[in-house]
C-alpha cells in the first residue's frame, strides 16, 4: 500500500489528534491543511458532545464531527447539528433500572448533546459549574431523548465495570469506554463512531477502503474494524489500548509526538 492515499482522513480527539495539553500540534494542523487543500476531508470522531467542540473548531474552522460515539453528526461551521440518533425515554429508564438493581452502588448522568445533567451523587471529572451542567434525578433524566447515557462506579476497577454493564445491558444499548476510571459510555442500539463516519463518508461519496482512521481508545474499536475490513487504514497511537492496537493496521507515534501529522505526511 505503499502508493496509497486516503480520498477522508477521521481521527478521534482525546490522547489522539489533541495533545495533553488540550492542543493540537503545528506539524498536525499544518497537514491536515495539505490535505484539505487537495479536496480531503478531515472528520472528527469523538465521545464529546458537541458542546465540547467550540475550542476545535477554532482550530480546524470547518468540517463535520462525529460526537457521542456516532450518536451526533454536528457541522462545525455553524455549529449545527445535523442529525442524532438518540437513546428513547423507554431504553433509558429499562437500562438504568436493571443497571440500578444489578449494582446500586453505580451512579448516572446523560448527555442531551448541548446540555449535561447528572446525579447527586455522580461526580464529574470535568463540566463543573458551567453553564449547560446541573444535577437531577434520574426521573428527570431519563424523560428525554440522550445523545449517551453514563454510568460510573467509585469502587469497581474500569474493566470489571465495563464488562458488567455490558453482561447487563446486551442487545438493548451499545456499550464502549474511552476513559481510564470505571465510567461506561451507552448509545442506542447499534450506534458506533462505524456508523457515524459510514455516514459522512457516504454523503462524500467514499467507501472505507479510502478512508485513514486513528486512535487511542475501545471506542474507537468499531470505526478501526470498519474501515480494516473494508480495505483501509486503521492508525492506532503507540500508547493505544491493547483492545484497540490488536485491531489496527498501523501504528504511529503519540499525541504529545505528533502521531497523527506524522502519519499523514508519510502518505
Known amino acids: 500500500m505503499s502508493d496509497w492515499k486516503p480520498r477522508l482522513i477521521a481521527s478521534d480527539m482525546d490522547g489522539t489528534l489533541l495533545r495533553s495539553d488540550d492542543t493540537v500540534g503545528e506539524a498536525t494542523v499544518a497537514e491536515v491543511a495539505r490535505w484539505r487543500a487537495e479536496g480531503v476531508p478531515f472528520v472528527l470522531a469523538t465521545g464529546r458532545p458537541p458542546r465540547w467542540m467550540h475550542r476545535i473548531r477554532d482550530v480546524l474552522g470547518t468540517g463535520t464531527a462525529v460526537c457521542c460515539n456516532g450518536a451526533v453528526l454536528l457541522d462545525l461551521e455553524p455549529m449545527q447539528i445535523l442529525h442524532e440518533e438518540p437513546l428513547r425515554p423507554e431504553a433509558l429508564r429499562d437500562i438504568t433500572d436493571a443497571l440500578r438493581e444489578r449494582q446500586p452502588t453505580m451512579w448516572f448522568a446523560v448527555e442531551y448533546g448541548w446540555e ?22 434520574l426521573e428527570e433524566m431519563t424523560a428525554a431523548p440522550a445523545a449517551k447515557l453514563l454510568a460510573r462506579s467509585e469502587s469497581m ?59 487511542d481508545m475501545p471506542n474507537d474499536i468499531a470505526a478501526f474494524e470498519w474501515v480494516r475490513d473494508g480495505g483501509g487504514r486503521a492508525v492506532a497511537m503507540a500508547h493505544a489500548h491493547p483492545d484497540l492496537l490488536a485491531v489496527a493496521t498501523d501504528v504511529t507515534g503519540g499525541n504529545d509526538e505528533d502521531g497523527v501529522g506524522a502519519f499523514l505526511a508519510s502518505l
Open 116 to 137: 449535561f445533567r447528572h446525579e447527586p451523587v455522580y461526580r464529574p471529572r470535568w463540566d463543573v459549574n458551567v453553564p449547560g451542567v446541573a444535577v437531577a434525578t
Open 157 to 215: 476497577t474500569p474493566d470489571a465495570f465495563v464488562e458488567l454493564i455490558e453482561e447487563v445491558v446486551g442487545a438493548r444499548a451499545t456499550v464502549t469506554h474511552s476513559s481510564t476510571d470505571a465510567l461506561a459510555e451507552i448509545s442506542a442500539p447499534g450506534v458506533t463512531k462505524a456508523t457515524g463516519l459510514a455516514t459522512v463518508a457516504a454523503r462524500h461519496g467514499v467507501g472505507p477502503e479510502d478512508v485513514v482512521v486513528f486512535g
